[in-house]
């Protein structure tokens, strides 16, 4: 049993779906969420850069004694995370192998499509820890750099999202796939309009949903789960511009997020 | 008369626009033009972060010796060209100013738009330089979040960028404008579709234009100017991700960008 918290970061607010997935999976479970939104986004980041910035918000994160740590970040996964478990004394998990497990036993076909920002995708780590898990699988990767600007405006149903979604999707469809990994925490935002525009054959894997239940999982094993009796506390910290933060928080977990802590990491740095 | 190079700087690569229209209008003026690639977008940040940015790039162009400095950036330009023009000991130009003074004197009606990030339109920078040009003008300003992930997919003409801008220009041409300032260094490249959309009445105001007039007064008044022998060198350098920056950095200026340099603002400053 452990009372202390768990932290999650992401390079900006997005991760919050995975904290909301969190929230709900484990209501006794503490949580401290750093969101780097001064430096936001990571996907057209060079790695070595995304390896540094999610060094110094580890450090930060350890300063706030946490239990485990969940990389909320699908950049900072492919970039950084075997880096960031070498470094740190606590449990690191990422979004991508829990993604990628339930897309590879959830699809029938063999044919399976991941969508993700720019760097995910050309980072290749949806593709390579889905060929891990089944060798034989056919892959079909697509970059849609246009879903997290339109999530942000809040344009889920949007004409012009179904335009965009529509071209995006094209090699998806064009594919077969019946399983499709939702490789970018702002996607689970989109999952109604994706599945009407991909009908009920294709199972939409929501990577943060399945980060949630490993990190379950996780906890009981190394019984670092809190009691029954824990009341969970919530803290939020961003690294610039708290009302947005605040506000767009409101919208992907669906509760307050405040109030959310202003943090320096150059600062803090030591 | 001076040869030493022009600096400008911005965000990341939509202020080669800016750049674009100085090579075009002031072909003898070498030129050292620095993105911030590693921090873009600036629109989100807050007015403190962006202000030490830009000084930042400012004391890196002072060590390449330019004679003055162009602020390429709308953001950075309203949060921090006072700033910036105090610091500086050569002269510094931002892009409001001359975009705002071409709208005035443009507009017929007295009714001028203006488009932006969202940082630009919620700085309120163009509303205060067009009525400090003209008092009695009506401004409407728009936010437009996605033109610039638009610009960057290089869609610029696809069916789902003209339904965006459907939305985005509704209350533009609800209040009867007949100027409108593309307040975006990204925008130029959505003019052919905006012109389409708001017909000949409206007449586009292209703050890079405007811009690179401004600085050929500018240098012009002060003896600046390079003399007519001059042969233009141009350089660039960016802070993230060289290879996507001279890739953009093309379909931008419509002439090869590259080499490229790597630029570590963090370790030059002193």
Redesign the interface.
Known sequence: MNRGPIGIFDSGIGGLTVARAIYDLLPHESTVYLGD????PYG???PA?VRRYSAEILAWLERQDVKAVVVACNTATAHALPDLQAASPVPVLGVVAPGARAAAGATRSGSVGVIGTAGTIASGAYRNALLTERPDLAVVEQAC??F???V??G?FS???AR??AE?YLQPITAAGVDALVLGCTHYPLLKPLLADLLGSGVALIDSAEETARDLAGLLQRRGLSAPSDAVATHRWGAT??VE?FARLGALFTGRPVAPVELVDLEATAS
Chains 1, 2 share one sequence.
């Open positions: 939104t001064a430096r936001v057209p980041k060079s850069t750099p246009l997290v600007p339109l942000e405006e344009w949007h004409p012009a335009a965009i071209v610039d511009d947005r």
